[in-house]
């Protein structure tokens, strides 16, 4: 079986009709959710972009030991995998740190194309913009359409990876106008804090969530162009297709206007001086994402299974017939495609990298980022989610069904629920061998 894997980042599962949203427009991909298993419990494992990369190559928790960071090259990546059983594997992305800086996530591709235009070069290379097509996720999308054209009788694994709905938010005007009729063009940029506490107004959020909610429809146009493509080809009989993310994004919930929490404002009046990251917890809006996965043969269906990101990996190799590596510590979701339901593992975790506080990082833009204090991790099961940092730090306890915007902390009220859950938490990262300075700080409230 062929595989297509297709990730667009900061995509938030709300962005679709099929998980409730019926104001964002994304006919395509709300049509393809009809032909699929759609997963409503689905979890990032490791936060934010590239540590959930390395959980989707290798099928490991690799937030107890990676971070923001080059794949290893002892690592057994999937798409090496799948090229020594016969798979012609390509990739085709323009999120922009794969390879830079020796990143090595191309590894184990037969072929592997980077669309320029985000990240550092991004305004050098959109000053040459003129059309739709000029757009990273456009051209993207455009070259796994020529790709499969010239390679559809093989048997093949294509990884399609756009950046956007990612921030900087600048998709044509007229996408923005489907929210935000009277737009003039005007660019929000998320400021990484509360927005309140630093002078933000509604209207800044409701430029920016139009803005953003026009780069999710353009997304939605091309990948549907890449599923028609697929169509056209004849090859929907004997191709799996998985749509996902690695993160969401918060526009004003819980007080926030970004991901994670960080002081940008000395970098910005000290260039060269490292920003300083705070506690950034990951609510459901960032940590429960959105699976379609399309499997010929398999009929249409929603599951309520606890699955994560790092899952796909065993589940691509799955459905290819490959063996699975013993290196992978998540597990298959096949099982879970073919209608049964999953009773463990029971629970996902969500989380930054473990650094302790004082470590420096280069996360996302290789600038440095100081490590300020312990990064929350989530822990969540059907009916909980626990927000853990370390000893000594808040907690907060939420009991999803009945409050699943999390506004009631329930840490005081049902102590043994955070304990056990907490308890969970520590007995996988002692299974994954986490380094004792890092697993030290971690074990009790």
């Given amino acids: 079986m062929n595989i297509v894997f297709i990730v667009s980042d900061t995509f938030r599962r709300d962005n679709l009709n099929c998980y409730g ?12 959710a009809k032909k699929c298993v759609v997963f409503d419990r689905c979890y990032a494992d490791s936060f934010p972009t590239m540590p959930a990369r390395a959980d989707i190559f290798t099928g490991k928790w690799t937030y107890t ?20 059983a016969g ?3 390509k990739a085709v992305v323009d999120t922009p740190f794969f390879v830079r800086g020796g990143y090595n996530y191309d590894r184990g591709f037969t072929d592997f194309t980077e669309i320029q235009g985000q990240g550092t070069n991004r305004l050098d290379i959109n000053m040459q913009r003129r059309y739709e097509t000029d757009y990273c996720a456009p051209a993207t999308m455009l070259e796994a359409e020529r790709w499969l054209q010239r390679h559809r009788k093989e048997k093949f694994f294509l990884y399609v990876d756009a950046w956007d709905p990612h921030e900087p938010w600048d998709p044509p005007d007229w996408y923005v106008e489907l929210y935000y009729p009277e737009y003039d063009g005007k660019q929000i940029f998320p400021i990484y804090w509360y927005w309140k506490e630093q002078g933000m107004t509604e209207e800044d959020l409701k430029v920016a969530y139009a803005c953003y909610c026009g780069e999710v429809t353009m997304v939605d146009l091309w990948v549907g ?6 169509e056209s080809l004849n090859l929907m009989e004997k191709t799996a297709i ?11 919930e819980h007080g926030i206007f970004g ?3 960080m002081d940008l404002r000395a970098s910005a009046a000290y260039p060269g001086l490292p920003s300083r990251m705070y506690r950034s917890p990951l609510y459901e809006e960032v940590a429960r994402i959105p699976l379609l996965t399309y499997v010929p043969g398999v009929k249409a269906r929603r599951s309520d299974s606890i699955v994560s990101l790092a899952d796909l990996m065993p589940t691509v190799l799955e459905l290819a017939g490959v063996e699975i590596p013993k290196t992978v510590q998540a597990k298959s979701v096949v099982p ?8 463990e593992p029971d629970f996902v975790v969500t989380t930054h990298p473990l650094y302790n506080p004082g470590e420096i990082t280069r996360m996302v833009d290789a600038f440095e980022r100081i490590v300020g204090e312990h990064l929350p991790s989530t822990i969540t099961t059907r009916e909980w989610s626990l927000l853990y940092a370390s000893e ?7 009991h999803l069904p009945s409050d699943p915007k999390q506004e009631k902390n329930l840490i005081q009220k049902e102590p043994q629920i955070a304990k056990d859950l907490l308890a969970k938490f520590v007995s996988r990262l002692e299974k994954a061998g986490t380094e004792a300075r890092l697993l030290a700080p971690r074990r009790r409230f």
């Fill in 242 to 252: 998985i749509f996902t993310t690695d993160h969401g994004f918060y526009f004003g």
């Fill in 21 to 32: 949203d019926k104001a964002v427009r994304t006919p395509h991909l709300d049509q393809f």
């Fill in 259 to 261: 991901k994670t929490i």
């Fill in 225 to 230: 162009r890449l599923l028609d493509t697929i």
């Fill in 336 to 343: 879970v495609l073919k209608g049964e339901e999953r009773t």
């Fill in 392 to 398: 000594g730090q808040p907690a907060e306890l939420y």
């Fill in 87 to 89: 798979y012609t594997t």
């Fill in 65 to 84: 030991y990676l971070g923001w960071a080059p794949l290893p090259r002892e690592e057994t990546v999937l798409a090496s995998v799948m090229r020594r």
